[in-house]
């Protein structure tokens, strides 16, 4: 797997990555804080919010999601990875991602 992708590129698109990411994370923030929702404890994009403080439900949150797709986009169309390139190497970023999550919530609810 070759990329065709110029060092240019791929920094633009990790740039623009973080600012799409932080605005819908700031959006977020501001709904939450609208509504009185604390912000430490529940979060409204995760399923946490049926369950305050599980951490595990924590996990699974749609910005997480959000972000995979943002990966995967910028895999396609930066990269030049083919579909089927791009669709693994997302699924592969989404697999670790909720893996290191799970193992984050696990270590906290050890040291509780």
Known sequence: ????????????????????TLNIE?????????????LTSVKITTLNIFKSGDLYLGVIDLQL??????IGIVYYYTSKLSKRSAFIWSFVA???????????????NILK
């Open 1 to 20: 797997m070759k990329s065709k992708a110029s060092t240019q590129a791929i920094r633009a698109a990790s740039v623009s990555y973080m600012i799409v």
């Open 26 to 38: 700031s959006i977020v923030l501001v709904i939450q804080k609208m509504f009185g929702l604390t």
């Open 65 to 70: 999601f959000f972000k995979v797709l943002l």
């Open 94 to 108: 989404l697999i670790i991602l909720l893996l290191y999550g799970f193992l984050g919530a696990y270590i906290s």
